[in-house]
Nanobody, 114 residues
């Protein structure tokens, strides 16, 4: 299983970015797809997650600003990030869980300037 992430970059506070992650390979069934964020010196934290109920979860810090969605036909999960704040800066990692294993994509840097 491979996860290919794209998006990210540099934006001023108040701006928007979109992250996408496509899963390929022998995935079996996808239970959850989500995005985590990591900053130096801190643990990786969950930002947003989609699950196959279906339902979504958002960290309190991003509620109302970020939207996660999944394209079932393409095994793609997208994170639309609006009203970005400097505190949103970090390396964002895509994650997929198939009920047995957790898979991670390569990180993509998001930098929000004040």
């Amino acid at each position: 299983v491979q996860l290919q992430a794209s998006g990210g970059g540099y934006v001023e506070a108040g701006g928007s970015l979109r992250l996408s992650c496509t899963a390929s390979g022998r995935i079996l069934s996808i239970h959850t797809m989500g995005w985590y964020r990591q900053v130096p010196g801190k643990q990786r934290e969950l930002v947003a997650k989609w699950n196959n109920v279906p339902s979504t979860y958002y960290a309190d810090s991003v509620k109302g600003r970020f939207t996660i969605s999944r394209d079932n036909g393409k095994n793609t999960v997208t994170l639309q990030m609006n009203s970005l704040e400097p505190e949103d800066t970090g390396v964002y990692y895509c994650n997929v869980w198939n009920g047995r294993r957790s898979y991670w994509g390569q990180g993509t840097q998001v930098t929000v300037s004040s």
